[in-house]
């Protein structure tokens, strides 16, 4: 990380210096609810310190026991990006391997079918976690309580009501009913609000949508115990399928004695709820002790325990302007997590799914707030994220049901086995692709860089950094702070040196970063230009480089280092694991959640000034 830039401060430089724009009852945005979305929206909008921000919650406190605890390859990407990913590994359990079991044959009622690796290789430099929810939302508050904003969630807030006015300066106004013995309504005026709220979601009705799907009438049973258990793959993570008692989820916990069940119970009848069963902690561990048979079971203590019943659910839309009117009414109120979708637990993508919908909002509403971008922007966070999360509902059905199907045959019983494997990349979070947009380019130009699809996230892989030769993942650098990202992989022997292919095209990006960037920020606030060298890096001199790749920033001038990398020579070459042509070379674009906008050929500046012309205004015009 980089501080100092503004002088020498001591201390801890996780802690940002204190800005004096403190949120009062007039905000830019207003965030409603404190899970995984609201927390991640408000991480990231805290750490921009021209914005004010509030989030308030219905409950007393932070959350003390999660409900969710699998951490996709791809939220762990995005956790590096918000400075706490480290913690999560160290405190988290490590899903290396996947054991299946089912009925075996000649009549064992038990039996290991396969076993395998649960993240194929070269997926994510980061590994597939289990930690508890609770855990998750303790780093995004330190994120945001060490922010500029010093934001602190406002609890015992419940929403009561809200209007929308365009003729305000703040058009939307909140009325809350402090749940406090000796609080009163509390009134607050924003500029956008999004509601994070839960599947109960008030700003949801307040919008006038609903979720819309249906329950798949099937009960089951989560329990967090401390088990004795002759069970040998208690610590791997499995699918367990018995002969005629059900199935069985196995999720190891974090601290090594701990694990999660989700223990499938009989299908519910017509208009029967899951509360209508009266179930009990005993009878899950009964439950569990069944199915697992004849392997011995017993919960030493169970931690946290619940039943729910499946169903898939989304909105037609996630903000308050209709299709019909998208592109000239300008939405002001959005829903993220579960307030839009709801699903079972079985792929591990609640948790995951609620923060991409708010990773994907923070930096759109930060940049039109900011007055960086067309208004129409907004307009995107609906299009892009209600696709994927039906996407989600469709597999999300596909899954319970095959976990649920009692198999016929062994071959039957194989095709879920099958099935889990094969979908491996969408569970770890990877393959959410955006299709053609505003921000996301066509692929025309793919074959330059085939391991960076447009619409992908941006798939990091391991480089030097020229300045210090210190060995990192080219994907930590692309951090949380709503900034634009151009990636210059230079084509075969450019050094960098005046007249090349990386002179040329930095005297190009030179004239669209001072035309889109304020004359008081620096000059990488809004455009951040980095490159990737094929040539060793001993090879390479600093000082012959562009200034685009070593600006002057800060008020005193001083140089940034961090931006010029080179391929690492031997096996683990970026050109070679992610398809960059290296006679070629290219150039890609990525927005700020990291997605990948578009990939350009290094003569095809104009393509790059022409994307940048449609999704961010000139100064003068901003």
């Known amino acids: 990380m980089q501080y100092h830039l503004e002088g020498f401060r001591a201390g801890d430089p996780s802690i940002a210096k204190a800005n004096d724009r403190k949120a009062d009852d007039e905000v830019d945005v207003l965030i409603v609810g404190c899970g995984p979305a609201g927390l991640t929206l408000a991480a990231q909008l805290s750490a921009l310190d021209d914005l004010k921000v509030r989030i308030l919650e219905r409950k007393s ?46 009549g064992v009622p038990l039996s290991r079918a396969d076993r395998t690796q649960d993240v194929e290789d070269d997926l994510s430099e980061m590994p597939h976690i289990i930690l508890s929810q609770a855990r998750i939302h303790d780093f995004y508050l330190e994120v945001m309580a060490n922010s500029p904003s010093r934001l602190i969630p406002d609890y015992d807030r419940e ?268 569970t770890a979070g990877v393959e959410t692709c955006y299709d053609p947009s505003l921000i996301t380019a066509n692929d025309s130009t793919q074959a330059l860089a085939t391991g960076y699809p447009t619409g992908k996230r941006f798939h990091s892989a391991p480089v030097i950094r020229l300045a210090d030769a210190k060995f990192m993942e080219l994907g930590h650098t692309l951090v949380a702070d709503g900034r634009w990202r151009i990636i210059a992989f230079a084509p075969a022997l450019d050094t960098g040196i005046h007249g090349g292919p990386i002179s040329k095209l930095c005297a190009g990006l030179a004239s669209l970063i001072e035309r889109v960037t304020p004359r008081s920020r620096d000059a990488d606030a809004v455009i951040d230009v980095r490159a990737v060298f094929q040539v060793p890096y001993r090879n390479m001199d600093f000082s012959e480089l562009p200034f685009v790749l070593r600006p002057f920033k800060g008020t005193m001038g001083l140089t940034d280092y961090e931006k010029v990398f080179c391929a690492i020579q031997q096996g683990t070459n970026i050109y070679d694991l992610r398809g960059i042509n290296r006679t070629k070379g290219v150039v890609v674009v990525v927005r700020p959640d990291q997605h990948v906008s578009l990939v350009a050929p290094f003569d095809g500046l104009t393509n790059v000034s022409d994307y940048f012309a449609k999704v961010l205004l000139t100064v003068g015009d901003a």
């Open 61 to 106: 406190g932070p959350l003390e026991v999660g409900q969710a605890d699998g951490i996709a390859c791809r939220s762990m990407e995005m956790f590096k990006a918000f400075g706490f990913s480290e913690r999560v590994i160290k405190e988290g359990y490590h899903v290396n391997e996947v054991s299946f079991w089912r009925p075996g044959p000649d």
């Open 159 to 426: 929403l009561v009501s809200f209007t929308r006015d365009d003729t305000q300066a703040y058009p939307i106004e909140a009325t809350f009913k402090c749940l406090a013995a000796d609080g009163g309504p509390e009134t607050i005026r924003a500029k956008y609000l999004v509601g994070c709220d839960g599947a109960r979601s008030k700003v949801r009705s307040g919008m006038g949508l609903e979720l819309k799907g249906a329950s798949a009438r099937q009960l089951w049973g989560v329990m967090d115990v401390l088990p004795r258990t002759s069970f040998p793959d208690i610590r791997l993570k499995c699918a367990i399928q018995s002969v005629d008692q059900g199935s069985i989820l196995i999720i190891p916990r974090e601290g090594g004695y701990m694990v999660r069940l989700y223990i499938e119970l009989d299908a519910l009848k017509e208009n029967e709820r899951a509360a209508d069963r009266g179930v009990t902690a005993d009878q899950l561990v009964d439950k569990a002790r069944k199915i697992l048979s004849p392997f011995q079971f017993e919960a030493a203590q169970v931690a946290w325990w619940s039943a729910y019943e499946i169903g898939q659910r989304v909105c037609d839309s996630f903000d308050d302007v209709s299709q019909d009117v998208g592109g000239v009414a300008e939405p002001r109120v959005f829903i993220a997590g579960d307030a839009c979708h709801t699903h079972s637990p079985k792929a591990g993508q609640g948790m995951n799914v609620s923060m991409a919908d708010a990773f994907n909002l923070g930096w759109k509403l930060a940049a039109v707030l900011r007055g960086q971008s067309p208004t129409e922007l907004l307009d995107t966070y609906s299009s892009e994220r209600q696709t994927k999360a039906q996407e989600l509902i469709d597999f999300d059905r596909d899954m319970a049901r095959l976990f649920s199907e009692k198999p016929k045959s062994k071959e039957e019983a194989a095709h879920f086995q099958t099935y889990f494997k094969k979908h491996g990349r969408y």
